[in-house]
């Protein structure tokens, strides 16, 4: 997170249960194509958002460890999905259920990302934010954590609970090891 923009308290729930917001990203995450829906709520136009990082709609409350969760579940190919709090162009809130899918050509080589985004329940918001508030607690006040260094954002991912999500495989053959040693 490079740059901290002001925020309100407001919350933005004016998508409907039967739309979707979409939007389609190059390999390091530049909008290549945002939906009608994806331009109402968010407030931003499709000439704003094309071209720009998505990140242009990231609310600095998350956690930067939420998303070295889900970069490093789409790198290696596969379907990621979570729960994102957006920030508007005005800076109210708007909470999303994401499903990223990583786009291949005819080789089966990723050429970039598909993102398909739900409404919340308001339960849902409630669970998360509490998760995402303890999450965020090991990278410091919003400042600080805006100038955490990649490395230091990978240092924090690789100690969190998130880690064993991306890699299953690895968090088994721990706990087989651990069996084995009792
Ligand atoms: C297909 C796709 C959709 C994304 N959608 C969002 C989103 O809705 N909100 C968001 O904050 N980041 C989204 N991201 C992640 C951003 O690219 C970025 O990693 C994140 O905003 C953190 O930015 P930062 O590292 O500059 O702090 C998406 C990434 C991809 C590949």
Redesign the pocket.
């Known amino acids: ?2 740059v901290i923009l002001p925020v309100t308290q407001k919350i933005n729930d004016s998508m409907r249960d039967d739309e979707w ?1 979409c ?3 190059d390999l390091k ?1 530049v909008i290549t194509y945002a939906n009608d829906v994806f331009c109402r709520v968010s407030g931003f136009s499709a000439d704003e958002l094309v071209g720009q ?3 242009i ?3 600095p409350d ?1 956690p ?1 460890i939420a ?1 070295a969760w ?2 490093d579940t ?1 790198s290696q190919g596969k379907e990621w999905r979570g729960q ?1 709090k ?2 508007c162009k005005n800076g109210d809130t708007y909470w ?1 259920d ?1 499903t ?1 899918t990583p786009q291949r050509d005819e080789e089966g080589k990723i050429i ?4 398909v ?1 739900r409404k919340m329940t308001q339960d849902k918001i409630n669970e998360m934010d509490a998760l995402y508030k303890s999450l965020s607690a090991a990278e410091g006040s919003i400042e600080e954590r805006a100038k955490l260094s990649r490395a230091q ?1 990978d240092e924090l991912y690789r100690n969190s609970p998130l880690y064993p999500l991306a890699h299953p495989e690895a968090a088994e053959a721990e706990a087989a090891t651990a069996e084995e040693g009792e």
């Open positions: 997170m490079r917001i939007s389609k990203t995450g990082p998505h990140n709609v990231r609310h998350m930067c998303f889900c970069w789409l994102v957006n920030r999303v994401v990223m970039g990302y598909f993102a985004r954002i």
